[in-house]
């Protein structure tokens, strides 16, 4: 049974600067998602001494800026334990890692990962989002795995319909090859599925 390192995988994705650009399936508009990731080293998140990355999510139509998030993840590491976020729009979440990722995963493994309460700000005064994010391994080829981390909705705050992968093409020692965005909704026409790929 072939294993791959999801920890040094997990690692990478939020503490290796990186550029990544999602061209959305299926689209006569053009939409190209950016992702930039930049390490920002030492930080104070929530009385906690931890690390902070800043990834930036830009969404573009035909080159012209449609959307653009910028949030900090704080974790600590080793091991990497996630504490919560705060982006641009002044939201502040707060997570509990329930189990610690794994070193080494083996295909079709998955597991919860962390629950996250999010708030409209640092006063933590009132909850507007909450959610579930899990991990999951599936085969790719012969030496490669397909990485997931899905975001799953609470139904108390958002449509339970609601869900989203962020996916990473990794192979046996941990490295990012590839990357894909799957972005589940209900909408008037039910439940659609919009994909984001790497060029």
Same mark, same amino acid.
């Given at each position: 049974?072939?294993?791959?390192?999801?920890?040094?995988?997990?690692?990478?994705?939020?503490?290796?600067?990186?550029?990544?650009?999602?061209?959305?399936?299926?689209?006569?508009?053009?939409?190209?998602?950016?992702?930039?990731?930049?390490?920002?080293?030492?930080?104070?998140?929530?009385?906690?001494?931890?690390?902070?990355?800043?990834?930036?999510?830009?969404?573009?139509?035909?080159?012209?800026?449609?959307?653009?998030?910028?949030?900090?993840?704080?974790?600590?590491?080793?091991?990497?334990?996630?504490?919560?976020?705060?982006?641009?729009?002044?939201?502040?979440?707060?997570?509990?890692?329930?189990?610690?990722?794994?070193?080494?995963?083996?295909?079709?493994?998955?597991?919860?990962?962390?629950?996250?309460?999010?708030?409209?700000? %640092?006063?933590?005064?009132?909850?507007?989002?909450?959610?579930? =994010?899990?991990?999951? *391994? +599936?085969?790719?080829? #012969? $030496? /490669?795995?397909?990485?997931?981390?899905?975001?799953?909705?609470?139904?108390?705050?958002?449509?339970?319909? %609601?869900?989203?992968?962020?996916?990473?093409?990794?192979?046996? =020692?941990?490295?990012? *090859? +590839?990357?894909?965005? #799957? $972005? /589940?909704?209900?909408?008037?026409?039910?439940?659609?599925?919009?994909?984001?790929?790497?060029?």
């Amino acid at each position: 049974m072939i294993e791959f390192p999801v920890e040094t995988a997990l690692l990478n994705i939020y503490t290796k600067a990186r550029t990544d650009k999602l061209i959305q399936a299926n689209d006569n508009q053009n939409t190209v998602l950016e992702i930039k990731v930049v390490p920002k080293g030492k930080m104070t998140f929530n009385n906690q001494q931890v690390q902070g990355a800043e990834t930036t999510y830009t969404t573009k139509s035909d080159g012209t800026t449609d959307q653009q998030l910028i949030s900090v993840n704080y974790y600590t590491l080793d091991p990497v334990k996630f504490y919560g976020f705060t982006d641009n729009l002044g939201l502040y979440s707060v997570a509990n890692q329930a189990v610690s990722m794994p070193k080494m995963a083996a295909v079709g493994e998955s597991s919860q990962f962390i629950t996250e309460n999010v708030y409209n700000s %640092s006063e933590q005064d009132a909850l507007v989002d909450s959610y579930t =994010q899990t991990w999951s *391994l +599936s085969r790719a080829s #012969i $030496d /490669t795995a397909w990485f997931c981390i899905t975001l799953l909705a609470n139904p108390v705050t958002r449509d339970p319909h %609601s869900k989203s992968s962020d996916c990473y093409l990794i192979n046996a =020692q941990g490295d990012l *090859l +590839s990357n894909k965005f #799957i $972005d /589940t909704y209900l909408s008037d026409n039910g439940i659609e599925k919009i994909s984001y790929n790497s060029q």
